[in-house]
């Protein structure tokens, strides 16, 4: 039974001294005292250190990495999961953004969602019933990018770049076991891990793509706008890395 008193969350958080908001930590905590947290500081210049203190002062259950020099999202993520695999007493582990674009509830909301799944994805779908704010252009560039990814790799999810995902402890390991290939494709090189692991049939079973209740994009984003231009290339590395889906 999946339970969120058996779940870690995983934020990477770079210079997010002015995004970090401790208070809805604090008042997440009040309803969910069971959920654990694993912080990972990816060498911030700024006082994300300070912060992450205090939050570790108040609440109990918080875990604190602190990686010296900055090493990318990516692998601030894979150093929080790396840690928290090692606790037999963990059964899911998730990540989400430290600007919580997709705020904390959304943990519980997933696995409620997707019950028994041990690959759980949020999806970024504007429908009826759902807050989806992003903007325009970035929305577009994600879309034609999500497409030519899903072309590309023969792998039908709608939105593999949502900074929302869950895993199983076990899947997790997979996904998370060495360094990735590119720096902001990460994403789509653990759903490959994955299916290459499992093989498609086996995927389609244990995973499931949940349309998010709420993503709000903050401002202040770090990933710069250039990279736009170099993300085919990363396409291409994903790739020959490890292959295309076979069904
Ligand atoms: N841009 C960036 N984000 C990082 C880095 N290391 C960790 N992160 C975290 O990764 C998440 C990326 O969020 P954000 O910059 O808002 O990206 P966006 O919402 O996709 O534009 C945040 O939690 C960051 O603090 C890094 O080196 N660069
Ligand atoms: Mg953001």
Redesign the pocket.
């Known amino acids: 039974m999946q339970t969120i008193a058996n779940t870690c969350v995983v934020?990477?958080?770079?210079?997010?001294e002015t995004?970090f908001d401790i208070d809805k930590f604090i008042e997440f905590n009040k309803l969910h005292p069971d959920l654990c947290f694993c912080l990972?500081n990816?060498?911030s210049t700024d006082n994300t250190p300070g912060m992450l203190a205090e939050l570790h002062s108040k609440l109990e259950r918080v875990e604190i990495i602190d990686l010296e020099k900055?090493?990318?999202?990516a692998?601030?993520?894979r150093s929080g999961i790396s840690q928290m695999i090692q606790r037999n007493d963990i059964e899911h582990i998730a990540f989400?953004?430290?600007?919580l674009?997709a705020p904390l509830e959304t943990i519980p909301f997933l696995l409620a969602a997707a019950p028994g799944k041990s690959v759980i994805l949020g999806s970024r779908i504007l429908i009826l019933g759902t807050t989806i704010v992003r903007k325009p252009f970035?929305h577009y560039v994600g879309r034609v990018f999500a497409t030519m990814a899903s072309e590309t790799l023969n792998l039908p999810i709608y939105d593999t770049?949502c900074?929302a995902k869950i895993f199983s402890r076990e899947i997790a390991e997979i996904a998370f076991n060495r360094p990735f290939k590119t720096r902001w494709l990460f994403d789509l090189e653990l759903i490959m891990r994955i299916v290459n692991h499992t093989g498609w049939e086996k995927f389609k079973e244990i995973g499931q793509e949940v349309p998010l209740y709420e993503w709000v994009?903050?401002g202040?984003?770090?990933?710069k706008l250039s990279y736009m231009f170099k993300l085919p290339f990363d396409l291409l590395r994903v790739r020959k890395e490890y292959g295309k889906v076979k069904k």
Request: charged residues 35%; negative net charge; aromatic residues 4%.
């Open positions: 934020i990477p958080l770079y210079n997010e995004r990972v990816d060498g900055n090493q990318g999202k692998e601030a993520i989400i953004d430290a600007d674009s970035r770049q900074g994009e903050k202040g984003s770090k990933v």
